[in-house]
């Protein structure tokens, strides 16, 4: 006889596993071997001896030293310290899972640069651009219903045109990482603005309507249905969620003050975050960062907080900063952030910073100290173990440096014809898509004549199109 | 069966006594069952500790366990139940340092959120029945997942758990009609 309520609990429980899959597990395994690395680094071999405390002696006299180290187990425990340790030293004997472990540096807070970061991902975005299955030749354009899907992932890129000042719908495009593309849909809202590309890769997130009430809507790349969508008003978009991006991170003004909130894709407002924990000023995409598995996420205010709003941790300024910002993630475990120092009779100075997520000082990239032209705003790690620095120098005229480990930065020889007011407007591992400008001044770029793609290792050059577009990147996760 | 000082029955691979006495080690294909467990297993200690990246560790401790205990299992097609005992005490011992850690640092609970698209993957009435499963013991909530979420039977079942038969069938029914009384009878 059958309990009423059993095809609930069965349904319930298919529901709930369901979630955990080989490859999510795959991931987890991974990141557990990376916080087991770390936590066998040098700079955190003095918490080690904390596995011996079942091993502490317990006469009467230390019973009164117990409860002070038990409570230290406590939180060591809490945070799964010692089994990742324990795991660690037998890991090796079993069988490897089956993803490929991906073996990224780790650099320990006694390092002062830092320059060889996740190359492993722009060294996959560089291979897989030599060949791949189902490319399509440069320049040719396929239909959507051709996408290798299978295929699709790091150095794969979502372009979406512009449209100039008329009324035409928009059309999407995904580009291989040979520059070959396929016409997602011609279909798109008159002057839509590409935001993202969901983790789950299957969706991009458009925004239209005015400033005001912008309507944030979803087109599906496999289908190119586009979604209801929902305005959410005085809002701008930040983040998706992860692992698989069913809600999206919005920065909104909440009674004068901006704030970040969630909402679900169908526009259900799921949760404002705390205002001292969403971060001042504007937020923009990659100013918050998930963390993979989407429980907790770094946000614009530099603090470590669980996807329903507490906080974990915060992290520290450096010295002689005044505020910071994450940026990007730089390996699996370190987070790339910008530091500004104080208002001060000059502009504000720029720096970079490698921020370790379990906390603990970060170690420099870039000073601010000596730098001209306001300091480094932004890098990107190059699959060759080199990092292009960028700069906003003036008048909209960007410049790049390449930093090369043991050395001062170098400027960048950019691709040939890009010239000085030339800026990189999305980079895909050692892809960077140059916009070359003409007729710059202050202000910027009045008029973009192409895009061109240069790979930083290979120095290849070639124009991805003859207009300015929004491009945004395979949405890899950290590593 | 050993119990340790906390509670925590010992894992017995072989579950038989005469230990001591030396036995021809039988082979074990790890890697074999490895591929073919991992991910039952993983999902089986989701459904206890409630966090895809415990379940995953706890499992991993498991398969680790058991490779070191190799030597002393006499019969390999006890393995499985091997590990699936090993990943029970695993998930308590979690979830006991868990309840301890709570009365001591507050934020170490926070730590644990799942999510946001976790929930989102779940409808409503699932949501519903996964939380009032979060309100029963913790004995009759292992039961539960192991008879409607793994399918064993009540023998198996008192293998796994080192408890009798009559045990794991008043423990699933008081499950059952507590569930049911929090989840309302009309359903």
Known sequence: ?479 | MTVSSDGIRAPEPDCEAGEQLPVAPAPLDLAALYAAHRLPLARFALLLVDDMATAEDVVHDAFIALQQHQSRLRNPAAAVGYLRTTVVNNCRSVLRKRQTARRHLSLVRDTHAEAADSELLLAATQQEVLTALRRLPRRQQEVLALRYWGNLSEAEIAEALGISRGAVKSNASRGMDKLQAMLGASR
């Open chain 1, 1 to 479: 006889m059958t309990h009423p309520i059993e095809d609930r609990l069965r349904e319930a429980y298919q529901a709930k596993t369901a979630q955990l899959t080989e490859q999510r597990l795959d991931q987890l395994a991974e990141h557990r071997e990376r916080a087991m690395d770390d936590l066998l680094d040098d700079a955190h071999t003095g918490d080690l001896p904390i596995l011996g405390f079942d091993e502490v002696p317990t006469s009467p006299r230390l019973r009164w030293v117990a409860p002070g180290l038990a409570a230290a187990a406590v939180v060591a425990l809490a945070v799964g310290a010692t089994a990742v340790v324990a795991n660690h030293l037998d890991s090796r004997l079993l069988p490897n899972p089956p993803a490929t472990r991906v073996t990224s540096p780790t650099p320990s807070s006694s390092q002062s640069v830092s320059p060889s970061p996740s190359a492993s991902a722009s060294a996959r975005a560089s291979s897989t651009a030599i060949a791949g299955p189902g490319y399509l030749p440069r320049g040719q354009t396929g239909s959507r219903g051709e996408v290798p899907w299978s295929a699709v992932g790091s150095g794969w890129r979502l372009v979406l045109p512009s449209a100039g000042a008329g009324k035409a719908p928009a059309s999407l495009y995904l580009y291989d990482p040979i520059g070959g593309r396929y016409l997602i849909s011609d279909r798109l809202p008159a002057g839509a603005d590409l935001l993202a590309w969901s983790p789950d890769g299957g969706r991009a997130m458009l925004r239209s309507g005015s400033s005001d009430a912008p309507r944030y809507q979803e087109v599906s790349l496999h289908s190119a249905t586009l979604s209801d969508g929902f305005t959410a008003p005085s809002s701008s978009f930040v983040s998706y969620t992860r692992p698989n991006g069913l809600s999206v991170l919005l920065q909104q003004s909440v009674d004068g003050t901006a704030r970040l909130v969630r909402y679900d894709t169908a526009g259900h407002l799921k949760l404002r975050y705390p205002a001292d924990l969403s971060g001042v000023g504007a937020l923009s995409p990659g100013s918050t960062l998930y963390l993979p598995d989407g429980g907790q996420l770094i946000t614009a205010a530099l603090k470590l907080v669980t996807n329903d709003g507490h906080l974990v941790r915060s992290y520290p300024l450096p010295s002689g900063y005044d505020s910071c910002t994450p940026l990007k993630w730089w390996t699996a475990d370190t987070v790339l952030e910008v530091c500004l120092t104080p208002p001060g009779p000059g502009e504000p100075a720029a720096a970079l910073y490698l921020q370790p997520v379990a906390g603990g000082t970060p170690s420099v990239l870039t000073d601010a100290a000596g730098q001209t032209d306001g300091g480094y705003g932004d890098a990107w790690p190059l699959s060759n173990g080199h990092v292009l620095l960028g700069n906003h120098v003036s008048c909209g005229i960007s410049g790049y440096d390449i930093l090369v480990p043991g050395k001062a930065p170098r400027p960048l020889r950019g691709p040939a014809g890009v010239g000085a007011a030339g800026f990189i407007i999305s980079m895909a591992g050692d892809l960077a898509t140059f916009a070359v400008g003409y007729g710059s001044s202050c202000g910027g770029i009045r008029e973009a004549s192409a895009l061109v793609d240069y790979d930083m290792v290979t120095g290849q050059t070639h124009q991805l199109l003859d207009r300015l577009a929004t491009i945004v990147a395979w949405p890899a996760e950290p590593s």
